[in-house]
Each structure stands twice: as C-alpha cells, then as structure tokens.
C-alpha cells in the first residue's frame, strides 16, 4: 500500500525464519509507515560488515499471489536503508491469521485466510 494506494505487486522470499519482514528500500519509501524503533540485524557471521542498521515499523499491505489475495494487514517489518536485500515475508501475522501450507514434493506454498 502507498501512499498513492495499491502499487505493483513484488517478487518475494517466503522465510519461514524470519520472525518479521524485511522490506527493501524502493519498496518502503513509498508506503505509509510508522516507525518505532531500530535495531540491527546480524546473519551467521558475527563480522561488523555483515550488520545491517534498519527501522522497526508498522506498514500496511496485502499477500498476494496469482489465486489469491488477502485483505489490507498492518505487519511489523524492518526497513532496509538500502535495496541491497530482498524482500522478505516472516511469520509476523502469518500463523495466526492465516493456514500456511508446503509441500517440497510439488514444489508449491501458499498461504489461505482463517475463517
């Protein structure tokens, strides 16, 4: 969701780690947030280079793929001060408002709203 309302929808990493979202900068920019802290994100390798400072915020936007497509939820994600990430769904909202399914053998996942 911008500003200006829907925008075009992005290719995203489904990450079934990741306790929220990781929003690239060219993304965020654009879209309604509020921040409400920072922090920053560390990987496998404990090497300064290898931390990245981002933003805690609230955004609003909808799961979509080419079946379905969820209803506008607001989400926490951290914003990226760059777009040298992908864009990337945790599980924030996802397990309590949704079924999450995978299956490796069919090489398919998506995600349908509780009713």
Not at 14 to 43: F, M, N, Q, S
Not at 68 to 85: G, R, S
């Amino acid at each position: 969701m911008t500003l200006q309302g829907l925008s075009k929808p992005e290719s995203a990493i489904v990450d079934t780690g990741a306790p929220i979202y990781l929003i690239p900068h060219k993304i965020w920019r654009k879209c309604v947030t509020k921040v409400i802290g920072e922090t920053e994100l560390r990987g496998v390798i404990p090497k300064k280079e290898c931390v990245m400072f981002v933003k805690v915020a609230t955004i609003e936007l909808r799961l979509i793929d080419p079946k379905y497509a969820t209803e506008t939820i607001e989400i926490k994600a951290y914003l990226a001060p760059n777009d040298n990430v992908p864009l990337v769904i945790g599980l924030e909202r996802l397990l309590s408002e949704f079924d999450i399914f995978f299956s490796y053998h069919t090489q398919d996942a998506f995600i349908k709203a509780v009713e």
